[in-house]
């Protein structure tokens, strides 16, 4: 298999994007596979049940620091995704991305310079206080 590239994956894109060419049908259909990767969550836990929600508020010591707060919260997901589920939710994450990189295509931006960038200077400089 040879080596995965944005660049490449965000060109096939622009080549195979035909009918959703205008900004509102790309901006609707990003929405919607948003809305898709939900149900998908939320069918795993709901119809399937391979994984279930323990919803509950997130509760931490007062005393610690915003670096060890990581250690005190809850993903609320107990389980893992059986086969189903996983391809079924790997596919509404694929459809985003496309829909994504189509977006990135419409307003002449580089995907994989985004993510580089976005890399480099949120999460290496600012790490986790870049989310603030």
Avoid: W
Wanted: glycine share 4%; net charge negative.
């Amino acid at each position: 298999m040879e080596k995965f590239s944005i660049e490449e994956f965000q060109h096939k894109v622009d080549d195979v994007l035909i009918r959703h060419k205008s900004v509102l049908d790309i901006l609707t259909k990003l929405q919607e596979s948003s809305a898709r990767i939900n149900r998908a969550a939320a069918k795993s836990a709901t119809s399937c049940g391979c994984v279930q929600l323990n919803i509950k508020k997130q509760e931490s010591p007062p005393d610690i620091s915003y670096s060890e707060l990581k250690d005190y919260m809850s993903t609320h997901v107990e389980g893992n995704l059986c086969d189903v589920c996983k391809e079924k939710m790997e596919h509404e994450i694929s459809t985003n991305i496309f829909y994504m990189a189509a977006l990135c295509n419409l307003f002449d931006m580089n995907l994989e310079e985004i993510l580089s960038n976005y890399h480099h200077n949120q999460l290496k400089t600012l790490g986790k206080y870049g989310l603030l």
